[in-house]
Nanobody, 119 residues
């Protein structure tokens, strides 16, 4: 139904920046919200940021002021601009999309992109 492909991860020094991209395809007309999550080694997947179809955003406290989520509807793409990166930001970052069909909302996930921040 919905396919999500992340890109833009990599290795960066603390204090640096990365921009993640998530390209959506499939039944994108039923997507009402999207977000970025991350999973660090030995930890559970956690919310990083969300953005609604109306471009309302929400951020985890740990990334407020450093990360910015945005979308380009023409390209069916969601971005995560990450500035002032810290070693604790090291994780696999996953794009998600909330797909609504009738009264059911299903979360779809991308394959993840690795972000490594070294001191």
């Amino acid at each position: 139904q919905v396919q999500l492909v992340e890109s833009g991860g990599g290795l960066v020094q603390a204090g640096g920046s990365l921009r993640l991209s998530c390209a959506a395809s499939g039944s994108i007309f039923r997507i009402n919200a999207m977000g970025w999550y991350r999973q660090a080694p030995g930890k559970q997947r956690e919310l990083v940021a969300t953005i609604t179809s109306g471009s309302m955003t929400n951020y985890a406290d740990s990334v407020k002021g450093r990360f910015t989520i945005s979308r380009d509807n023409a390209k069916n793409t969601v971005y995560l601009q990450m500035n002032s990166l810290k070693p604790e930001d090291t994780a696999v970052y996953y794009c998600n999309a909330d797909h609504q069909q009738w009264d059911q909302v299903t979360k779809y996930w991308g394959q993840g992109t690795q972000v490594i921040v070294y001191p």
